[in-house]
């Protein structure tokens, strides 16, 4: 019975609209790059981070999160890939800025 509950449960949401079938799904997976990449470059010296990239990145990150909100049927891993990202693209932007004030009091 257990076994039968939990393919059915895998069947349902292959079959789903939010399934590994549509882009609903595919999209959040592939845009979890993004993230990882975040988080790898954190490991990176502050000056090689790009502001207006960081910036497009924090702003692309925010209009997607209130589109996964909004679509129907609604698409939490697009909304958990994004807040993530958000969150990753403010503290590299966060030690850029800090990065530039210091260059900027030692000149």
Not at 4 to 29: C, D, E
Not at 53 to 65: E, K, Q, R
Request: aromatic residues 12%; glycine residues 4%; positive net charge.
């Amino acid at each position: 019975v257990m076994a039968f509950s939990m393919s059915a449960r895998l069947s349902q949401f292959a079959n789903s609209p939010i399934g590994p079938k549509t882009t609903h799904f595919w999209g959040p997976v592939a845009n979890w790059g993004f993230v990882v990449a975040g988080l790898v470059d954190m490991q990176k010296p502050p000056e090689m981070i790009s502001l207006p990239m960081t910036t497009a990145l924090c702003v692309y990150s925010m209009l997607f999160m209130r589109f996964a909100w909004m679509v129907k049927p609604r698409n939490y891993l697009l909304l958990a890939c994004h807040v993530s990202n958000e969150m990753v693209q403010q503290v590299q932007l966060w030690r850029a800025i800090l990065h530039q004030q210091k260059r900027k009091r030692n000149e």
